[in-house]
């Protein structure tokens, strides 16, 4: 059953040289999870940050952090993330060898499971996965820059995978990244999201303007 939306800013587009700030502003903001992209520029072409700067900014709010790792391999760093305060940690089908014996393991870590379909992963591939995971994350670009164009093939992959947790019977989150503003976000609603990652979408505009974007996004 489709939930009701729930915004997690992507705080790739925030000001890095105040982070810890610029948290807490979404926080006030309205943002329901803060989400962290962290990549390794090996699986995607770009570098962000590891678990000690996420670490570093946990304290700033009590938002769950969904931690979505665009590294490979990322069995190594499941542990570490995790420590540094992850709520839910979102892996990747193609980031190691075996995709659901990763997720047992971010379960056993005490944090919520989820798997990243890129654009052009299909949606069977969660065929043995529904059964374990707690989240479904469809990229709507391709990973690895924030600001890019949303794919609308992606939008007949989010109504197929609303079908299958529908029909699974469990409470899977199923959210969208990548191109999500006011224009493209009631769009991914309507197909069966019901959490939405924005960056630039988000953070444009200064502090000031975090409350009125997040509320765009919301569609009020």
Known sequence: MQQSVRIAPSILSADFAKLGE????????GAD?????????????NISFGPAVMKSVRG?????FDVHLMIAP???YLDAFAEAGA????????????????????????????????????????????DIVDLVLVMSVNPGFGGQKFID??????????????????AIDLEVDGGVDADTAPR?????ADALVA????????QDAYAANIAALRGE
Not at 22 to 29: N, Q, S
Not at 34 to 45: A, L, N, R, S, T
Not at 188 to 192: K, L, N, S
């Open 33 to 45: 999870w803060i989400h962290v992209d962290v990549m390794d520029g090996h699986f995607v072409p």
């Open 188 to 192: 991914c609603i309507e197909a069966g």
């Open 60 to 64: 700033m709010t009590t938002k769950p």
């Open 87 to 130: 709520d839910c940690i979102t892996i990747h089908y193609e980031a190691g060898p075996h995709i659901h014996r990763s997720l047992q393991h971010i379960k056993s870590l005490g944090v919520r499971a989820g798997v990243v379909l890129c654009p052009g992963t299909p949606a069977k591939m969660l065929d043995y996965l529904i």
């Open 153 to 170: 093939s992606q939008l007949k992959k989010i109504s197929a995978i609303r079908s299958m947790i529908d029909k699974s019977g469990r």
């Open 74 to 76: 990322v069995d190594p």
């Open 199 to 206: 960056g630039t979408a988000v953070f444009r505009g200064g």
């Open 22 to 29: 610029e948290v807490r502003a979404i926080d006030a903001a």
